[in-house]
């Protein structure tokens, strides 16, 4: 079995939220996993004036990662979710940590309808958070969280299991 570390930074929650449907499809396709966070950049102060909710105290900031999917929340539509995952790529280069992309085989249909706006591309699982942070992730960006936390999992699993 591979343990994944599920590891996020989310100012507003909407990536936690994800972060709970990555985990629940790693643990539908028989893996585990823990949930860590980055450390925190701003001050106390500054996440008081934009309204930021406090950082879970039961998660446990992570110090050494080693393989990784990405997943986003943008404000809007050209928030940016591609280029924020191409960004994420030369840290986990400089970090030395292996990338595994997510594709459009196992969630073509959920990444390409467009009966409703949602996130999310074949660089991983994203939502839209909206200008002020109140959009929560739909039932179609949560399903397609689990499936990447799924394919992740049995990626590793054949990799490293």
């Known amino acids: 079995m591979v343990k994944i570390a599920i ?6 929650g909407h990536i936690k939220t994800l972060v709970e449907a990555e985990k629940r499809g790693i643990e539908k ?3 585990t996993g823990d949930v860590f966070q980055i450390p925190e950049t701003l001050s106390d102060e500054v996440l008081a004036k934009m309204s930021a909710p406090s950082k879970p105290a039961d998660i446990t900031v992570l110090e050494d990662p080693s393989l990784a999917g990405v997943f986003i929340s943008t404000a809007s539509l050209g928030g940016g979710q591609e280029s924020t995952a191409l960004a994420a790529m030369s840290t986990l280069a400089h970090h030395g ?7 459009y085989a196992k969630a073509f249909a ?5 009966s409703e706006v949602h996130g999310g591309s074949p660089w ?38």
Do not use: C, N, W
């Open 7 to 12: 590891v996020y930074y989310s100012m507003y």
């Open 29 to 31: 396709a028989g893996g």
């Open 97 to 103: 940590i292996i990338y595994v992309p997510f594709g």
């Open 110 to 114: 959920q990444l390409t309808d467009l």
């Open 124 to 161: 991983g699982a994203g939502t839209f958070a909206g200008p002020d942070g109140s959009r929560q992730p739909t039932a179609r960006e949560l399903e397609v969280a689990e499936i990447q936390g799924a394919e992740f999992y049995k990626t590793a699993l054949k990799h490293f299991g």
